[in-house]
């Protein structure tokens, strides 16, 4: 259980995700390498019209700088460096990554990029990526606001593809803690030093009060200097009064350059973000943000060598160069201690109700028994659906909470979960039942994790004791959905980063993949895998077949459904390791499972052991039911209906 619990209040959600995996090969005219001068013999004067623009623009208007720095950091984070992040929205896409949260319309610096590329298409039309025009601007404004100055290689194509929910599983919100950075730059191939020596960009630049006012209120938080959350507070008044999201510089003290202050500010806690303050948190870490504060030049040359590593993220080559680079605000969270709850206990424990409401967990049982019979699809739906609670706040039963007048935007109907997401009528249906043998006794929380227990028995007859206890949470937003539910498109590193953040290892993972043997899918979540052409990791022939259920998204009229498994779709069984190995199961996430020796020899003994699967995905099941969970304050049992707090 963490101590702190991160809640995103935030109400635009936008329309689903398409993801396209593209093929990496060299460009006709174009290395797979870049180097520096890559356009020496191109267009001489490429580098230096960057910079005489950037000089021009930042020596006006110094917020620009920090806008450029962070418009590079945002690009390169989602896709790669390849500037996706400058593409307008159009008929066809009107939600890319300019618009997601993190962007829009915090996101400064466009106009830079745009006078540039006018200036190159002027001198060599068609040469200069938009890529490299915002890695350049990213070098030329380190050096205008610290002086730090660093060759950046060129080469770089731009993408095609730009979508906003993206942006918003891939760029670190402001709430994060260090063991959850960490394993977002490591996607990335960023070590933590390089995380921290990144950090000191919060040296300038503004930020909107929404990004930490969770610290401030209802009380300042203790891990920030408390007369600095005071002053912060005459600024930034509570979001419950707010009229408006106001802006406070990110450093007090030097906000208009890019040096050691930022440091201080985070060991004297004065930095606005929970983010900053987790750097703190480790004795690696924490060693380093002193050793910038004491040796300003040893930040600037980590930060430089840092900012170079980070535009060779993901650079992919089989991709054309725009020809004009044309083409909301900070999400709100809030950090609540969790503290042990006076007549709960701080551990869940088997039998927790046999004192308390003695019939709870067989009235869940003869629920869900009756529901799934009926309708096998239902048990597939309420395995996931304590999936997706517990991953999301912790096993809380927010999942189940609907759209209010306060908040019209809950985890219900986040894109991952809406329409999809099954199972809530029997989870209904065992409330009414509980509330009236013993009202007010069993939490919602609490009836998912027996409810997936008994949807498991059912569909594989495995058989496990769940421990019980937990409270309901009174918070839910669709964009925590986002962030904290892995897509289909995950490859195995972004897998089991993910899966750390929750307490899981790559072991858990595997075995709960499992849980892709029943249930349904819409096509949407794997037609990049068979348009425009099948991808080489599926298998041609089923691939075929599956364009004839799935039609090019392109010409579609409907979101199409499909079993997870063709073979024994209403079976919890070890028949998806089967279909994973020979490379008939639907999503990229499945088949990243054999890009490792570890996952793979896991995913081979679960073909020929079944009864090993089904004995480690109970243990896994088990673990999961431990994520994060509610024992106190500001827990409660949720009553006489699951679908809103008390």
Known sequence: MESNISILITCLIFATAFQLLLPVSEASGRGSELKVGYYKDKCEKAESIVTSTVSSYVKS?????????RLFFHDCFVRGCDASVLLDPTPENNQTEKLAIPNFPSLRGFEVIDAAKAELEKECKG??????IIALAARDAS????????????????????????????????????????????????????MVALSGAHSIGRSHCSSFTSRLYPTIDPTMDQNFGASLRKLCPDPKNATNDGVVPQDFVTPDKLDEQYYKNVESLTALFFSDWSLLTSSETSKQVDTYTKKPETFKQDFANAMVKMGNIEMESNISILITCLIFATAFQLLLPVSEASGCGSELKVGYYKDKCEKAESIVTSTVSSYVKSYPGLGAGLIRLFFHDCFVRGCDASVLLDPTPENNQTEKLAIPNFPSLRGFEVIDAAKAELEKECKGVVSCADIIALAARDASYLLANIFYKIPTGRLDGRVSNSTEALLNLPPPFFNLTQLEALFATKGLNAFDLVALSGAHSIGRSHCSSFTSRLYPTIDPTMDQNFGASLRKLCPDPKNATNDGVVPQDFVTPDKLDEQYYKNVESLTALFFSDWSLLTSSETSKQVDTYTKEPETFK????????????????????????????????
């Open 143 to 194: 050096y205008l606001l610290g002086n730090i100055f660093y060759k950046i290689p060129t080469g770089r194509l731009d993408g095609r593809v730009s979508n906003s929910t993206e942006a918003l599983l891939n760029l670190p919100p402001p709430f994060f803690n260090l063991t959850q950075l960490e394993a977002l730059f490591a996607t990335k191939g960023l070590s933590a030093s390089e």
């Open 127 to 132: 040469v200069v990526s938009c890529a490299d």
């Open 615 to 646: 004995q480690d995905f109970a243990n896994a099941m088990v673990k999961m039911g431990n994520i994060e969970v509610l024992t106190g304050p500001p827990g409660e049992v949720r009553g006489p209906t699951c679908r809103f707090v008390n």
């Open 61 to 69: 208007y110094p917020g620009l700088g920090a806008g450029l720095i």
